[in-house]
């Protein structure tokens, strides 16, 4: 499909396992995000890959969290240790960051919902 | 810290009516605003605005940028039962290529009733 791809859908896991998202952007697209929703929050950042320069990693909430993008294309974020906080849906997206023009429209996929036990 | 307020938080009107929904914002750098509507899932995009004072407009749904006074509204008129839904608002800073992402608010819910 032309959209951002996310799998898998919803993952339901026990306390204490790893766990791994996957994102597949939009071809050609350079940035990529992921981000956290809460229920009852406004989207929270994560992680920013944009080409082949070192991530920002700022968002990430704890060192259980960490990102790779390999190939400058597809993008695992992975969970260590999930805790029960954990749950949330896990958005990724991608768009054409032109070099420091900024990113304007984002396109999200559908999301990641991962729910602790 | 950046941060984004939006506001009311939820709101339920009828069919046909006029909504307003605002975003108000402290940012250091800033460099655009985005609206986007979020059903389900996944946000879709609505409007960028960078520049003060000029209204966005796509059908019943416009929006304008206050940089003096550092906040936007979202208009949405003739509302119909599809317009229900949460609209999220985000800010993106000047730094460094956006390497800090965007900072969105909690969003307002948004629920037209017939």
């Known amino acids: 499909g032309a959209g951002v791809s996310q799998s898998p859908s919803n993952k339901v896991t026990e306390k204490g396992k790893d766990v791994e998202l996957r994102c597949d952007p939009i071809?050609?697209?350079?940035?990529l995000y992921w981000y956290r929703q809460s229920l009852g929050q406004g989207l929270e950042f994560l992680i920013y890959?944009?080409?082949?320069?070192?991530?920002?990693k700022s968002g990430l909430p704890s060192d259980r969290f960490s990102a790779e993008r390999t190939g400058g294309s597809v993008s695992t974020l992975t969970i260590q240790r999930t805790q029960q906080e954990d749950s949330a849906v896990y958005l990724c997206?991608?768009?054409?960051?032109?070099?420091?023009?900024?990113?304007?429209?984002?396109?999200f996929g559908e999301g990641s919902r991962l729910t602790v036990l | 810290e950046d941060k984004v307020v939006q506001s009311p938080l939820s709101l339920v009107v009828h069919e046909g009516d006029t909504v307003t929904l605002n975003c108000s914002y402290e940012?250091?750098?800033?460099?655009?605003l985005l609206w986007y509507k979020q059903e389900k899932k996944a946000p879709t995009f609505l409007f960028m605005l960078?520049?003060?004072?000029i209204e966005k407009k796509s059908g019943r749904l416009s929006s304008i940028l206050d940089k003096k006074e550092l906040f936007s509204i979202l208009n949405i008129t003739a509302t119909q039962t599809g317009d229900s839904a949460i609209y999220l608002c985000a800010v993106e800073a000047e730094a460094g290529g956006g390497a800090d992402g965007l900072t969105f608010g909690k969003g307002t819910h948004l629920i037209i009733q017939p």
């Open positions: 940012v250091t750098n800033f460099r655009s």
């Open positions: 997206a991608s768009s054409l960051d032109l070099a420091g023009a900024g990113f304007g429209e984002l396109f």
């Open positions: 890959f944009q080409g082949n320069s070192a991530p920002d």
């Open positions: 071809s050609g697209h350079t940035a």
């Open positions: 960078t520049s003060s004072g």
